[in-house]
């Protein structure tokens, strides 16, 4: 064929591909592989990570309502509403034959310090949330049966002001803890409770 007065020649079809042309197409390939790989994993940890924080945020969620719960029913009893509202530390308990909160301690539980740089402080075998027939439970005395979970519970019960003041103040901070994948997390709620009634 004749270009611009040179006769250039044409090569007829290319046939098969250059090693370099193959090796560029297969490291694209992987490349793009493994960042779909990467994406999903990163997809399903955090998705664990998320459930995790759910539940805990909802545990502790629970143990402020368990303070409040029975401070209720104390004004609806006619009793003084800080009857069985233990301050220091406690944990709560279902009772399923009464169906009722209360809140318990002993002196493991009292001695335990709250560290949110060191959230494990609050691992105690009494501190444990337990799994039994789907309901998360918390026990002094673990009953056979129960599956223990990677939570910790522990509610924080303060007097602001005295029983004595006329806008007496409970501060109630709940700590929820648990390990996943070596590392300890830690998510609380508060709320500050008066005798409104």
Known sequence: ????GKFVKIREKQKGLSLIEMTIAIAILVVALLSALILATFGLVAGGESQMRVVAINLARE???????????????????????????S???FNVTNNNWTLGTNSSISNLVIDPEKPET???ASTQVLKADELYVQRLLHVPG??????????????????????HELKVTCYVVWEERGRWHLVNVEDHLFNWY
């Open 91 to 93: 944990i709560s308990i």
């Open 1 to 4: 064929m004749k270009i611009g």
């Open 63 to 89: 143990g402020v309502e368990v303070v409040r719960n029975i401070r209720d029913s104390n004004w609806l009893a006619g009793n003084d509403w800080t009857k069985d509202i233990i301050t220091g530390n």
């Open 146 to 167: 129960e599956i223990k979970t990677n939570f910790y519970r522990l509610i924080k019960i303060v007097e602001i002001t005295s029983k004595i003041s006329p806008d």
């Open 122 to 124: 609050i691992q105690d």
